[in-house]
Nanobody, 121 residues
């Protein structure tokens, strides 16, 4: 069993920055993939960034160069640093984890509760 809790969402102006945190607990040694996803109203949930146990990362084209996923194993935490935020980044952001190294968004086994990110003037 793995439990995930997200922190760091909020309201920010366009061009601003936020850092999301995902704190994991439970059988975290079994996790090989951690992903950040988002879902905007009327849109399907999409993968934003993911990191594997070996440290390799992936980013959606829409956030490349602006978002950075990282981890602190000592703190059992994965971060999503979001810079140069745009209104279209507004969504609920979810942290997810899976034991596989290749996994699609709907197949992630463990999910956090989500945190709201709103980018608006």
């Amino acid at each position: 069993q793995v439990q995930l809790v997200e922190f760091g969402g909020g309201l920010v102006q366009p061009g601003g920055s936020l850092r999301l945190s995902c704190v994991a607990s439970g059988s975290i040694s079994s996790i090989n993939t951690m992903g950040w996803h988002r879902q905007a109203p009327g849109k399907q949930r999409e993968l934003v960034a993911r990191i594997r146990s070996g440290g390799s990362t992936y980013y959606a084209n829409s956030v490349k160069g602006r978002f950075t996923i990282s981890r602190d194993n000592a703190k059992n935490t994965v971060y999503l640093q979001m810079n140069s935020l745009k209104p279209e980044d507004t969504a609920i952001y979810y942290c997810a984890a899976d034991r596989n190294r290749e996994v699609t968004t709907p197949d992630y086994e463990y999910w956090g509760q989500g945190t709201q990110v709103t980018v608006s003037s």
